[in-house]
């Protein structure tokens, strides 16, 4: 073979691989949205990640991910979602937050949700079977779970009369959820007293006012900025001595004597999973809104003994974790 043949062969084998590279579709990029901090829910982003893998998509490898942290803001979302939408993304995951505020910036770009109440009520999607516009997700009972918690503290001390619950006013469900427990404390002949806190300052002055009313328990709320607040409010009940019950695991984890809740990462899996179908060309129209319906009971025996509490054998049959 002629020298000039075989650099010429040799070159058009070269050049093969930068052209199958050319063809190759550009990687898509998705937008996931929380009103937290990352440090505060990485078991969250991790699920979700989990449940993009699971229909086959790696970050990375082939999907982009760009992440709009609120840091506890309620009010950041709106500008957060129309960065998003600016960047033109894929996909939308709108976690932990309002979904509204993605609904609202954007008709076309799909979204996938999380909601604490009714997607139909909350104008996000006509039917839950059906959505016909371009958001689907995950729907979450936090209100029934709030009614649950009171039971669970009435079980645990039956005699506890004023009961206190701490909520957050820019927690787009706050009155959902505030109504479900008065309804709830009202049936079980407790004496419910609301304290609202929005920030660092106003908890710490939220705990002294239950102190100095002499509650005999608390029931937290399911807003995801007291969660992200949960080692100071775990801090102040033990410093106050005052029993609590809270909404997920990891606040028993961090020290909280009970937790009743959502197991919020199957339900951020199955975020995922919704985001990987729509990314293989299925629509939000054609997903129905799923329920997320595994719930936690998680006791920490630890604390009930630094309180001086005994739980009773039926309560620690229930829970589907003990940490002593």
Do not use: C
Not at 166 to 175: G, K, Q, R, V
């Amino acid at each position: 073979m002629r020298r000039r043949q075989f650099l010429t062969l040799l070159g058009g084998a070269s050049a093969l691989p930068l052209a199958a590279r050319a063809q190759q579709p550009a990687m898509p990029v998705i937008g996931f949205m929380h009103i937290l901090s990352p440090e505060n829910v990485p078991q969250f982003v991790l699920a979700f990640r989990q449940g993009l893998k699971e229909q086959g998509f790696i970050e990375g490898q082939n999907l982009a991910i760009e992440h709009r942290w609120a840091h506890g803001q309620y009010a950041r979302l709106p500008e957060l979602a129309a960065d998003l939408v600016r960047q033109r993304v894929a996909v939308l995951a709108a976690t932990g937050g309002q979904p509204s505020a993605e609904k609202a910036a954007t008709q076309t770009i799909p979204i996938v949700f999380t909601t604490n109440g009714d997607p139909v009520r909350e104008g996000l999607v006509s039917i839950l079977s059906r959505p016909d516009g371009n958001a689907t997700g995950v729907t979450i009972f936090r209100p029934a779970s709030v009614t649950k918690r009171l039971q669970l503290m009435h079980e645990l001390l039956p005699r506890a009369v004023v009961v206190a619950h701490l909520m957050n006013p820019d927690f787009p469900d706050a009155d959902l959820e505030t109504k479900a427990a008065q309804d709830a404390a009202r049936s079980l002949g407790m004496d419910l007293r609301v304290f609202r806190a929005s920030n660092e300052r106003e908890i710490e002055g939220a705990f002294a006012a239950m102190s100095q009313q002499k509650v005999d328990a608390l029931v937290g709320s399911s807003d995801v900025f007291l969660f992200g607040r949960r080692d100071q409010i775990v801090s102040l009940a033990a410093h106050y001595r005052i029993p609590a019950i809270y909404y997920l695991r990891e606040v028993a984890e961090a020290g909280g004597l009970m937790t009743y809740g959502n197991d919020l990462t199957d339900a951020y899996r199955l975020v995922g999973i919704y985001v990987g179908r729509i990314l293989k060309g299925e629509k939000p129209a054609d997903l129905p809104v799923l329920q997320a319906t595994k719930f936690e009971f998680v006791i920490n025996l630890k604390t009930a003994t630094a309180l001086g509490l005994t739980v009773p054998a039926s309560m620690l049959l229930l829970a589907d974790e003990v940490i002593e």
